[in-house]
């Protein structure tokens, strides 16, 4: 397969020997409307984005071990920090995918459709 393959409004990504980091970037840019020519800020872009192959991407063992994801529950004593190979363990290895696509998109009402548009599979 190709790295990326676009058919229709449907974008596939291929996460074989690509990092964490780049596979989001770029699933974050399709889902936000970037590469489309009729591109706007306050529209939810009509392209669905799929990423395959996460299983085989690139993570470098000192990533995972040194990587940290931080929680707060909201109430005192509530930090919670869990390091990269535990998210995975507990979550399975879409998760980090999932997390770092929903960080680069922006913060606004529009977060939550866009990444309804988002399909990560092993």
Do not use: W
Not at 55 to 73: G, H, W
């Amino acid at each position: 397969m190709k790295p990326t393959t676009i058919t229709g409004n449907t974008v596939t990504i291929d996460a074989t020997g690509k990092r964490l980091g780049r596979v989001a970037s770029e699933a974050a840019s399709h889902l936000l409307g970037k590469k489309s020519p009729t591109f706007a800020r306050n529209e939810v872009a009509d392209v669905k984005v799929r990423i395959v192959n996460c299983a085989q991407a690139y993570i470098d063992t000192k990533k995972k071990a040194d990587k940290e994801y931080v929680t707060f529950t909201g109430f005192r004593g509530g930090l919670n920090t869990e390091s990269l190979s535990a998210l995975i363990a507990r979550k399975g290895i879409c998760e980090p995918f999932q997390r770092a696509v929903y960080r680069m998109i922006p913060g606004n009402s529009l977060r939550k459709k866009r990444m309804m548009n988002l399909t990560i599979s092993e």
